[in-house]
Antibody, heavy 115, light 107 residues
Framework: QVQLKETGPDLVQLTQTLSITCTVS????????VHWVRQPPGKGLEWMGA???????DYNSAFKSRLSISRDTSKSQVFLKMNSLQTDDTAKYFC?????????WGQGVMVTVSS | DIQMTQSPASLSASLGETVTIECLAS??????LAWYQQKPGKSPQLLIY???SLNDGVPSRFSGSGSGTQYSLKINSLQSEDVSIYFC?????????FGAGTKLELK
């Protein structure tokens, strides 16, 4: 069955770099797009970016040049990397499969940015 | 960027009641709208896609409608398990923006 699972650190220091891995199963990264969405505590959802099935990427300009998304199709993994973290980057980070809509989501990983 | 204005921000209703949540896009999104349900501590779950198509396994008391810039989610005969936060999202154009959410509680 389709599954996505995010793994990453619970805590990241201010100004450091966040790295999260989304490991998928039940579908191919060369067939489906995968998106990253984050949610600060008690707040709404923010679309961050996407890894297209053809290997291209798309980013929310709100993250300017801080964000990078990549993948390893042989391992069925999509990677999020974001640098220069600030306290307002504290959030739960989700990956989601896109079949025109976000039909499957991972459980998310809660990341706290600490000074 | 396309702005999604969702209303109301919170809603209190009784069991068995019908509730409606609305979403207004800042430009025409040609029915490229989804509704998600999120329960506390969980990831969002897709309810409705392409404005009015029910996702597999979603109870038929949920329905979506709308076109152009105006969309709505209706829940008939409210059940206790419907207590959640509901989000709309446009996937017409990047960035794929979400509404701010509607918190639905039982009266």
């Amino acid at each position: 069955q389709v599954q996505l699972k995010e793994t990453g650190p619970d805590l990241v220091q201010l100004t450091q770099t966040l790295s999260i891995t989304c490991t998928v199963s039940g579908f191919s990264l060369t067939t489906y797009n995968v998106h990253w969405v984050r949610q600060p505590p008690g707040k709404g959802l923010e679309w961050m970016g996407a890894m297209w099935n053809g290997g291209g990427t798309d980013y929310n300009s709100a993250f300017k040049s801080r964000l990078s998304i990549s993948r390893d199709t042989s391992k069925s993994q999509v990677f999020l990397k974001m640098n220069s973290l600030q306290t307002d980057d504290t959030a739960k980070y989700f990956c989601a499969r896109d079949s025109l809509y976000f039909d499957y989501w991972g459980q998310g990983v809660m990341v706290t940015v600490s000074s | 960027d396309i702005q999604m204005t969702q209303s109301p921000a919170s809603l209190s209703a009784s069991l068995g009641e019908t509730v409606t949540i609305e979403c207004l896009a800042s430009e025409d999104i040609y029915s490229n709208l989804a509704w998600y349900q999120q329960k506390p501590g969980k990831s969002p779950q897709l309810l409705i896609y392409y404005a009015n198509s029910l996702n597999d396994g979603v109870p038929s008391r949920f329905s979506g409608s709308g076109s152009g810039t105006q969309y709505s989610l209706k829940i008939n005969s409210l059940q206790s398990e419907d207590v959640s936060i509901y989000f709309c999202q446009q996937n017409y154009d990047s960035p794929y923006t979400f509404g701010a959410g509607t918190k639905l509680e039982l009266k």
